[in-house]
Nanobody, 120 residues
Framework: QVQLVESGGGLVQAGGSLRLSCAAS????????MAWYRQAPGKQRDLVAS???????NYGDSVKGRFTISRDNAKNTVYLQMNNLRPEDTAVYYC??????????????WGQGTQVTVSS
């Protein structure tokens, strides 16, 4: 069974930094794209950043220049470094990964979410 476990959320003042981590565990063949999404109360879940297996990155407009996504393939882990945080970054952050459980089967997996709260 594949699981994504997030860590690193918390409370920080505006202008501060946090680093989120998400580790994949279980039995699988390969991890393709990985991404971070966030969902604020009463709003839809939006893409924050994504990274392909080859390291190509993509960012939502609101976080460009402030957030950096990276991955360690040896550790099956994706990171989100968040700098210059703003109150509007407050949300539950979810890890997402496209994981090949076998050579012929791929699935879309989500973590349980981690709360990030930015105070003004």
């Amino acid at each position: 069974q594949v699981q994504l476990v997030e860590s690193g959320g918390g409370l920080v003042q505006a202008g501060g930094s946090l680093r989120l981590s998400c580790a994949a565990s279980g039995t699988f063949f390969n991890i393709n794209a990985m991404a971070w999404y966030r969902q604020a109360p009463g709003k839809q879940r939006d893409l924050v950043a994504s990274i392909t297996g080859g390291g190509r990155t993509n960012y939502g407009d609101s976080v460009k220049g402030r957030f950096t996504i990276s991955r360690d393939n040896a550790k099956n882990t994706v990171y989100l470094q968040m700098n210059n945080l703003r109150p509007e970054d407050t949300a539950v952050y979810y890890c997402n990964a496209q994981i090949m459980t076998t050579l012929l089967r791929s699935g879309n997996y989500w973590g349980q979410g981690t709360q990030v709260t930015v105070s003004s």
